[in-house]
């Protein structure tokens, strides 16, 4: 009997497998070490207030999660700080992610209350606190004087692990020259890894170089996610 032959195109099933969220699925590179090594033992001994800043998709709001897990932080979204007794939240940890959201008397009373024994504030947002709006002449001051690290946009190893953990996630194994590819012409951000993953994924083929090539070029097209650099090679 003559063996059926497979068919070259088998359609994948939107089956999705969770990955760390923790610390391990973290990859530490040039454009976030200053702000890991920054937060690596903080708020150890100096306690206080510290502001983390970075385009968005840098990876910055998941070092803050990663802190706020290893310390027992508290950690309201944005707005959803003025909801919180304050004393909820003396001598406790706390990260505030999306920070330039909050209203200033709330900021003013988080930032107090961070100096108070065992209190800490973590702010991460895309501006530093310097280049913020603040109304408060006192809040002004505190702003000014909070220590700032940068988190760069992904460089080639963290937009590669981006790019992988995206398509471990839909179990996808891509061809190994895809992701060298899509590093060249892909936005340097979670979201445009995300969007690539995604598109390749819809077109249920395997994912080769040829496909890549499809999917960016007609995302050009359509001013999505992706853009080619003047440096890049076809």
């Known amino acids: ?9 088998q359609m994948r099933l939107p089956l999705q497998r969770d990955l760390p969220e923790g610390a391990e699925g973290f990859v530490i590179s040039d454009c976030n070490r200053p702000a890991h090594l920054a937060l ?3 708020p150890n001994l100096i306690g206080g207030v510290m502001a983390i800043s970075g385009p968005e998709g840098c990876g910055k709001s998941r070092l ?34 999306d920070a330039m959201g909050v209203d200033d008397e709330t900021l003013f009373h988080l930032i107090n209350l961070a100096q108070a024994p065992g209190g800490a ?6 501006e530093p606190p ?3 709006t603040a109304a408060l002449p006192d809040l002004r001051s505190r702003l000014d004087a909070v220590r700032t690290v940068p988190v760069e946009a992904p460089d080639d190893a963290v937009l590669a692990a981006m790019l992988e953990a995206r398509f471990a996630e839909r179990g996808i194994r891509p061809a190994k020259d895809v992701i060298p590819y899509l ?3 892909i936005d340097r951000s979670a979201a445009a890894a995300a969007a690539a993953v995604e598109q390749l994924d819809a077109v249920h083929r395997p994912v080769t170089r040829a496909l890549a090539r499809e999917v960016v070029e007609g995302a050009d097209e359509s001013a999505d996610l992706f853009g080619r650099r003047s440096e890049d090679l076809p």
């Open 64 to 97: 803050g999660q990663i802190w706020a897990e290893r310390v027992g932080a508290v950690a309201p979204h944005g707005a959803e700080a003025a909801l919180i007794d304050p004393l909820e939240l003396e001598g406790r940890p706390v990260l505030l992610d």
């Open 121 to 126: 504030l973590l702010l991460v947002s895309r």
């Open 130 to 132: 310097s280049a913020w």
């Open 1 to 9: 009997m003559t063996a059926r032959p497979s068919p070259p195109d």
């Open 40 to 42: 690596a033992d903080w």
């Open 183 to 185: 590093l060249r012409r």
